[in-house]
């Protein structure tokens, strides 16, 4: 039986909460590698003491399979199985897993009474607003819903949101590599430009069959630049928009030396070819997006994403092919290439870490002009950092502003700003709740905590303020009201001090009739280094 890691059990616990809490319809999400499957695998285990009958929904077979052979692994407990020709009424397991496509057909789903289910769990659950999901998910209403999905884009969640009531837990990349649960990734802009302005766009994405056609003429430059870029000596996975796009390029590569195979959902070979990869008898291996799901080789080290999209998730889903951690794997190279296109923004390496436009836009240029392999978080560290010193710049004027006008309160910006919360800046609420105006309560606490209420627009905000101030006090560090007062006197990032050297340097400055003294320059002082000094005064 697999025990649960720290996350993945705060992960459970925040499920469970919400359901208690009668957010029947949360959300979970889990960066691909990060081991989703265990968890919700851990909570049917309690679902099924408790009596209930569970439901694990998903839209492929490998998806079903690896999830009833994780749970077995995991728990010990057997499935039913929903699909095709095989039915799981009369089975004695509580545990079923479904195919969408087969449960969504009416006949099939009438079979079923409509509390069968206790609770249900989606597989890939950015799925769940297609049609086929929904109609399964209204025939079982009653039932409580985990969504567990591994995409972090904003614009996805809110989407999720019109259906899902809350996000239970979520568990970032960044934290994740952090954490040494997944390889560190390390980004290479490979200076080739593709022209897709041309390309257009299908339900929101770029129609593949034009991708297939504007990729063509480049795919020899593509080849060689892979070579120069070393993925000879790599385990290394292409995504192509067509399987007769894959097939060509592995015969490029072929051409090239490299020991390279194509594979598709008709390939009777399939298996083999998967299996050589994984031993290493092949180094690369293209396919046209049949690897995003249900796939898993640790040792892949090198991806090269040949099908742009605007879709985080689908981008997410591809690079995380490359993210588990393997022996003698110290990181993951990214090849990106400078696709042009004049109408639509793209996912780049930059959208697997940043929360934020601005920072994702300055480190996507930042990657551009490297020339070389970057790792991501000592890039977006100094994309974050180019983007605050830009908004301090443009804001300046603003906060001198504030400052004049002898405010008791602190303006939410100038403490995001000051405490470089990427988090609170790139904010976008994404459920019903976090749209809504902040509660009296939540008014009344940030303005007891020195918050200014009126700029904050929304509940979502609100709330993660009070989160963040909450955790600042457990970590102590400077309050709001420190970071006022120190900053009105021209002192910097106050927000990331400790609250004891900043009440120490308050305690100074009150002595020295509210005047910094001579010999601190505010522009330049920290208190990290002066911390033994602050304490003797």
């Known amino acids: 039986m697999m025990a649960l890691r720290p996350y993945q059990l705060e992960a459970k616990t925040a499920i469970v909460g919400e359901w208690e809490k009668g957010n029947k319809r949360t959300l979970l999400v ?86 069968y289910f206790n609770s249900i769990i989606v597989d890939e659950a950015h799925h769940v607003l297609s049609d086929s999901y929904q109609r399964v998910l209204s025939h079982f209403e009653g039932a409580k819903v985990l969504g567990v999905t591994a995409t972090p884009d904003r614009g996805d969640m809110r989407n999720l949101g019109t259906y899902f009531q809350s996000l239970a837990y979520e568990y970032t990349l960044p934290k994740a590599i952090k954490e040494g649960f997944l390889c560190p990734i390390k980004a290479q802009t490979i200076p080739l430009k593709l022209d897709l302005g041309a390309v257009p766009l299908a339900q929101g994405d770029f129609q593949v069959a034009a991708l297939g056609n504007a990729l063509d003429p480049y795919l020899d430059r593509i080849a060689d630049e892979m070579l120069a870029a070393g993925c000879m000596d790599r385990r290394t996975v292409v995504f192509l928009p067509l399987i007769s796009t894959a097939k060509k390029f592995a015969e490029k590569l072929r051409d090239r030396c490299f020991a ?45 994403v040949l099908r742009p999209t605007k879709i985080r998730s689908l981008y997410c889903q591809m690079v995380g092919r490359g993210t588990r951690l393997a022996p003698e794997k110290d990181h993951l190279l990214l090849l990106d290439f400078l696709w042009h296109t004049e109408r639509h923004e793209l996912c780049r390496p930059a959208h697997l870490i940043c929360e934020s436009e601005e920072v994702a836009q300055r480190m996507t240029e930042d990657l551009e002009a490297a020339g070389c392999p970057v790792g991501l978080e000592e890039a977006q560290e100094k994309a974050a950092s180019e983007v605050v010193a830009q908004r301090e710049e443009a804001l300046a004027k603003q906060l001198r502003e504030m400052r004049s006008r002898k405010r008791k309160l602190v303006d939410p910006l100038q403490f995001e700003m000051s405490i470089q919360a990427e988090d609170l800046a790139g904010y976008v609420p994404a459920f019903g709740w976090e749209m809504g105006p902040p509660s009296d309560s939540q008014r009344a606490t940030l303005e007891k905590l020195g ?77 990290s280094a002066n911390i033994p000094e602050v304490i003797g005064w």
Do not use: Y
């Open 30 to 115: 889990l960066p691909t590698g990060t081991g989703k499957t265990i968890v919700f695998s851990k909570l049917i285990e309690d679902c099924v003491r408790d009596g209930e009958r569970v439901l694990v929904l998903a839209h492929r077979g490998e998806l079903l399979e690896q999830a009833a052979d994780k749970l077995h692994q995991s728990t010990g407990l057997q499935c039913a199985v929903e699909k095709a020709e095989e039915s799981s009424l009369g089975s004695w397991f509580r545990v079923v897993v479904g195919s969408v496509q087969s449960l969504m057909r009416q006949k099939r789903l009438t079979r079923f009474p409509m509390d």
């Open 260 to 304: 390279c195979a194509e594979v598709n959902g008709e390939s009777k070979d399939r298996s083999e070819v998967l299996r050589r990869f994984a031993s290493g008898d092949l180094n690369v291996i293209c396919n046209a997006m049949l690897l995003t799901e249900g796939w898993d080789c640790p040792a892949v080290d090198c991806i090269v």
């Open 451 to 527: 918050i200014l209420p009126d700029e904050i627009e929304n509940a979502g905000k609100a709330s993660k303020l009070l989160d963040k101030l909450a955790l600042r006090k457990k970590e102590g560090l400077t309050t709001p009201k420190q970071i006022r007062f120190l900053e009105s006197k021209g002192f910097q990032h106050v927000g990331t001090w400790p609250f004891d050297a900043a009440k120490s340097l308050i305690d100074r400055i009150a002595g020295n009739g509210w005047f910094v003294p001579r010999d601190i320059n505010p522009a330049t002082h920290f208190p």
